[in-house]
């Protein structure tokens, strides 16, 4: 495809984007504990790959359709309902293996080279949301809005060839023997969509729209795996940040009955934070704080385990124990910018003015370390506020709005933050940047 006519495709997906979703906003699952177990999965992986795993992180959409994707060489995107039903550790090693093919292979730079700023808030945001309203599940009705062969265009913007798939699927074996993992994941993740190129459009996951499969790609998956036996057990090491990873995620997205049922009799330290999250979300603080503190006890030197009490400590109305909670974590994992952001939502709720300042200096950081968390963002506008810096207050928000996909929403503060910002400042130059990611 010629660099003009992509610049075309792409003018005509982000005024899709912004007629067909303008305030449906882009949910991100962030949280530390699960990123951090992806990290551990995806590590060797990635540097197999010959990408560097600090400059790439593993990001879940909350979305129950079954999808991963890529939107630039910094992020795998899995979806959320993906990694739920995925049952092994070297199943969600092949899925990033295969995604990881895609940034190694060159497949998105293609795509996305007039994308500019995709690095900053603003064009982040408005890559993302474009691809998860084009290859999700609502990529029919936001293919309704554009004319004729436009729709089709943009699907195919963001979809693979068949040849890519190949190419790729041919990397990610690679990649797994070279990382030790087993690549017979692989082969079980496309036997999960088998049969999904017969069904109607509006009936097939989302993986299936925008990773062609086909009997042939499995066949030659088939062949791949059969010529590159592996004699690599399981690694209980994997399976470890598998199991806590989702554990994790299905604590907080199922019914908590759901869990507790699946965990009765087991007390084991995950199957204890799964207990501890399901009696949170039933509103039994009592429980849930015991439970967290039984957790904490048997492993005092785990900053994910401080920062999910301060997590349910704080969501139980308890602020004063809850910023502990977070410093305790904060003192073991003090550059992990989700666990930073979580100890200035804990100052803000103290509600004084010492800890409306702290909450500041902890939440600037936290920016600082991961500019792309909109709840991080939300509370730096808060913190901002509270404390008389409303230009500031404002850009934030136009960020946090831009992240999400909301487009419309951020020219309205960023406009107000260029009003309120010195003129050629840093912050005001972020502003800027959303109202020209916007135009």
């Given at each position: 495809?010629?660099?003009?006519?992509?610049?075309?495709?792409?003018?005509?997906?982000?005024?899709?984007?912004?007629?067909?979703?303008?305030?449906?906003?882009?949910?991100?699952?962030?949280?530390?504990?699960?990123?951090?177990?992806?990290?551990?999965?995806?590590?060797?992986?990635?540097?197999?790959?010959?990408?560097?795993?600090?400059?790439?992180?593993?990001?879940?959409?909350?979305?129950?359709?079954?999808?991963?994707?890529?939107?630039?060489?910094?992020?795998?995107?899995?979806?959320?309902?993906?990694?739920?039903?995925?049952?092994?550790?070297?199943?969600?090693?092949?899925?990033?293996?295969?995604?990881?093919?895609?940034?190694?292979?060159?497949?998105?730079?293609?795509?996305?080279?007039?994308?500019?700023?995709?690095?900053?808030?603003?064009?982040?945001?408005?890559?993302?949301?474009?691809?998860?309203?084009?290859?999700?599940?609502?990529?029919?009705?936001?293919?309704?809005?554009?004319?004729?062969?436009?729709?089709?265009?943009?699907?195919?913007?963001?979809?693979?060839?068949?040849?890519?798939?190949?190419?790729?699927?041919?990397?990610?074996?690679?990649?797994?023997?070279?990382?030790?993992?087993?690549?017979?994941?692989?082969?079980?993740?496309?036997?999960?969509?088998?049969?999904?190129?017969?069904?109607?459009?509006?009936?097939?996951?989302?993986?299936?729209?925008?990773?062609?499969?086909?009997?042939?790609?499995?066949?030659?998956?088939?062949?791949?795996?059969?010529?590159?036996?592996?004699?690599?057990?399981?690694?209980?090491?994997?399976?470890?940040?598998?199991?806590?990873?989702?554990?994790?995620?299905?604590?907080?997205?199922?019914?908590?009955?759901?869990?507790?049922?699946?965990?009765?009799?087991?007390?084991?330290?995950?199957?204890?934070?799964?207990?501890?999250?399901?009696?949170?979300?039933?509103?039994?603080?009592?429980?849930?704080?015991?439970?967290?503190?039984?957790?904490?006890?048997?492993?005092?030197?785990?900053?994910?385990w401080y920062e999910l009490y301060g997590q349910i400590l704080l969501e139980s109305r308890q602020a004063g124990p809850a910023v502990q909670a977070y410093q305790n974590a904060v003192s073991l994992n003090g550059n992990e910018p989700l666990i930073l952001g979580g100890y200035g939502r804990a100052l803000l709720a103290l509600d004084t003015a010492d800890g409306n300042?702290?909450?500041?200096?902890?939440?600037?950081r936290a920016r600082a370390l991961d500019g792309q968390s909109s709840a991080i963002l939300r509370d730096l506008g808060q913190a901002y506020a509270k404390t008389g810096q409303p230009g500031l207050a404002s850009l934030a928000t136009a960020e946090r709005y831009a992240l999400q996909g909301r487009i419309n929403d951020a020219v309205v503060h960023a406009t107000r933050?260029?009003?309120?910002?010195?003129?050629?400042?840093?912050?005001?130059?972020?502003?800027?940047?959303?109202?020209?990611?916007?135009?």
């Amino acid at each position: 495809m010629r660099l003009s006519v992509m610049s075309l495709i792409l003018s005509m997906s982000l005024m899709l984007l912004t007629a067909a979703s303008p305030a449906r906003a882009v949910n991100l699952i962030r949280d530390a504990d699960i990123e951090h177990s992806l990290d551990q999965l995806a590590a060797p992986i990635l540097r197999a790959a010959g990408l560097n795993p600090s400059n790439v992180r593993i990001l879940i959409v909350n979305d129950s359709g079954l999808n991963a994707f890529v939107i630039n060489g910094r992020a795998i995107f899995v979806h959320s309902g993906l990694l739920q039903r995925l049952t092994s550790a070297e199943q969600l090693q092949s899925v990033i293996a295969h995604e990881a093919a895609h940034i190694a292979n060159g497949h998105i730079s293609r795509r996305l080279t007039n994308l500019r700023g995709t690095n900053t808030a603003a064009g982040f945001g408005l890559a993302l949301a474009l691809a998860v309203a084009l290859a999700g599940n609502n990529a029919e009705a936001a293919g309704a809005v554009a004319v004729g062969s436009v729709g089709s265009a943009q699907r195919q913007f963001f979809s693979h060839t068949r040849a890519e798939e190949s190419a790729a699927d041919q990397s990610a074996v690679r990649f797994m023997l070279r990382a030790g993992v087993n690549p017979r994941g692989a082969l079980e993740v496309l036997d999960m969509f088998r049969g999904q190129e017969a069904l109607s459009v509006s009936r097939q996951d989302p993986y299936a729209r925008t990773h062609p499969l086909t009997s042939d790609r499995i066949r030659a998956m088939r062949g791949l795996v059969a010529a590159n036996p592996s004699t690599a057990d399981t690694n209980l090491n994997s399976e470890y940040w598998f199991a806590r990873a989702q554990g994790k995620l299905s604590a907080f997205v199922q019914n908590p009955g759901w869990t507790l049922r699946r965990v009765r009799g087991d007390d084991s330290q995950l199957a204890t934070m799964r207990r501890a999250v399901a009696y949170h979300r039933r509103a039994d603080a009592n429980r849930a704080i015991q439970t967290m503190q039984s957790l904490i006890a048997s492993a005092p030197n785990d900053a994910y385990w401080y920062e999910l009490y301060g997590q349910i400590l704080l969501e139980s109305r308890q602020a004063g124990p809850a910023v502990q909670a977070y410093q305790n974590a904060v003192s073991l994992n003090g550059n992990e910018p989700l666990i930073l952001g979580g100890y200035g939502r804990a100052l803000l709720a103290l509600d004084t003015a010492d800890g409306n300042a702290r909450a500041v200096r902890a939440l600037e950081r936290a920016r600082a370390l991961d500019g792309q968390s909109s709840a991080i963002l939300r509370d730096l506008g808060q913190a901002y506020a509270k404390t008389g810096q409303p230009g500031l207050a404002s850009l934030a928000t136009a960020e946090r709005y831009a992240l999400q996909g909301r487009i419309n929403d951020a020219v309205v503060h960023a406009t107000r933050a260029s009003d309120r910002l010195p003129r050629g400042s840093a912050p005001w130059q972020r502003a800027q940047d959303v109202l020209s990611a916007a135009q």
